[in-house]
């Protein structure tokens, strides 16, 4: 699943400015007087507010009503809310998430109202300008208007709001948020529809595709179609494990469907090459970018465990910040006692368990976003051409207020098939968005928290989640699980929907793909149902659903130790989520040692990877060399088809996966035609340099990327090879959500990489498991979990990071401790009960 994620470092200097101005001690523009700023007992550095552990009592009294709530505070982040009243449960929800999350929320909200730059100024005038085309605010007013205010999802909202604005207008200066001080920023109350439009937002960064058709035009413009056929497959060629294969549901691919009528690769359109400059460059986002959209989750049955019921695992890799994307809870009120965590300014329960239920997602990798040329002309202003006629596009004024600059105004124009974005191009290119139309997410997530089945997961997903596809897996405490990546499936008529289509009418969606014909399991044969990001379904699916997935090799790992491991329990499925075996070294490894085994092979590095079982742990050497050599691999393959073809990195193109990527991301299908290759045609031409001709194979470009690797490590990390080992070089940290790098933890020598079930992307990374969660419904009191970071956004308190050691460390804490009160073991086992 997608998640907050800083895009770009936007207070960076914020710190310095104040030290350079304290010396002269006069207010410094916009912000506050740095003498209130440096003052001991109410400034910056004054004491966060208290986190305390333990129970608390509270009386309850808002609009005439009183009711009793219960809190628990655990030292591991989460809080434990019991009301007999649905109402103040929520109230108090919001009071808490506003309470320790207060900065993160209002920079959130901002985001979905497309107002960040009234707040920091003009460097976030892009952001701005995106978040008003994709229309947050005027859908989350759709969707407020349209909501019955009898409904249980009114209820839940208004009451969460009125917890956030109870808490904002106790605020003092001393317990006011560390950047707002260092704003001058007073923070306002919130209402329902930021809520809606925080959900757009969460909507935006969740959905598949982004702007990948945009970049991928210039694969389709550039490269012959042998070429795009050979590279880019519209169906991965590599080993893959689909999430919904044939042999386990045939039923869904007996339809026609539309991919027979797609031109898979040739452009539909042809327009001038300089696209990429396009306004999605918010800093602060509620979901990882949809080229970054990898996590794991997975559940099994009796025919796999030791008993009856069903166990179920779930991890979304995303931004690894602080505070943390997320905050954890326990909400126990009539009809629900539910834990797991949410974003902060989401009422309920995003990704957990109840006693009888346990669900995950991980991102489904469904294109959700479609680009059109518009066709316009001179003699036709403020017009495009659609289905034979000329149409005039609808227009909307916006002005964006930019902090310390004139307001910004911003012209929307929409067309039939959707919202025209700013770009260079010189084309008026509109993009068409399932997100587009109004939807209602959240009450999905508050009623799935009350969900008892496997089936009411599935009835209130298919009724109220049509944006933002996940692989929603589900277990039951009967022992049914599922997986389900339902939604909006666009479908077209002609046209290449992988890069930018006719915007003439002929590709414009003409429906969604029926709910019957959309891929899914349910209690299959084999005892269990898993994604991580790979392709959906088998090469014979009748309909277009994407093509940009993960290249699969976190779901082969996790395909094998599902398929062979049996009597799994919570342990087992524990050390599945940890493990840290790269599935890649079980295709490559012999083939490099082959192909540098007459340069190499009586070294002591030969020996090493010879003698290694492909586990990225930290004291390893082999781990060094072969991440390295992978990447080299990729590059040297694959960088002349690049530069063949016009792709250069003056385009900004290489941070496209696809397009080479930086080594966090090189996991699209240019690895997966590396690794199709190698066990299949050595010898293929396709390893041949397209720029000057040179005959190559498999074994040539691999000694070379050897030889590449041991230069660069020797260059970086000296001759001596103990330093060499991959914790002294892979670490893990968590990055400021503010993108403040010194308010950054320490980056510390981590395990695992990018293809890893226990992923860490990159060599520094702050992208991985934001969340882990191990249920076995047969005893849910018992679930274990952890999110990385802390409770508190503010670095001076004692729970700002300390749970990123522990996480690192692969430790997990019980969910429901035993000394909680006995209201929160309500419709749950255990003693307390």
Known sequence: MKVFSSKKRFVAGLIVLIMIFSVISISIGP??????????????????????????????????????????????????????????LYYEQGYLEAKYRLAQMVFIKKEAQGNLSSLVGKSELQSDIFSREIMDCQIANEEVHNLSKSSYTYMATSNFVDGINAYINNLSYKNTPLLFKLLNYKPKDFNITNIFAIQQTFLWENSAGGFDPLYFQYALQQMPENVIKAIYPAYPAGIQNPIVPYSCNPSVYNETGDIKNLSLYTPSVNIPLNITQVSDSSPVSLAFPSSDSFSNDWAVNGIKTDNVSSLLANDPHLTTSVPSIWIGFQLVSPGQNVIGVVFPGFPGIILGHNNQLAWGATNGQIQETYFYAEETSPSHPDSYYSNGTWVKFQNINETIDIKGSTPYQLKLQIANNGVVIENDSGVKIAMDWTGLNASYELTFFLHIDRSHTVNQFRQNLTKYFRVAIQNWTVAGSRGNIGIFPYGEYPVIKTGEPRGILNGTGESNWIGFVPLKDEPYLYDPARGFVFSDNQITVSPNYPYYIGWDYESGYRADEAHLLLNTTSGINTAKMENIQLTIHDYTTNIFLKPLLSSIETDYGGSALYRELQQWNGNMTVN???????????QNLVNDTFLPYMHAYGITSKDGLFNVSFFIGPDSMYHGPLIEDLANWTMNEPNTSYFDNPVNGQARNFTSISLEAYNQTLAQLTDKYGSNTNNWHWGNIHKRYLSSFFGVNPLNTKAVPAAGDGNTINAAYGIVSDFGPSWRLVVNLSHPESSMGIYPGGISENPLSNYYSNNFIPWNNGIYYRLIPENMPKEFYYGYGGSNE
């Open 31 to 88: 912000l506050a007087p740095v003498s209130n700023l440096l003052n001991p007992n109410s400034g910056i550095y004054s004491v966060p507010p208290q986190y305390r552990t333990g129970a608390r009592y509270l009386n309850i009294t808002q609009d005439g009503r009183t009711s009793e709530v219960i809190t628990f505070q655990e030292s591991h982040g989460f809080i434990g809310i019991y009301s007999p009243h649905n109402w103040s």
């Open 620 to 630: 390893s050497t082999a781990a060094t060399l072969f991440y390295f050599w992978e």
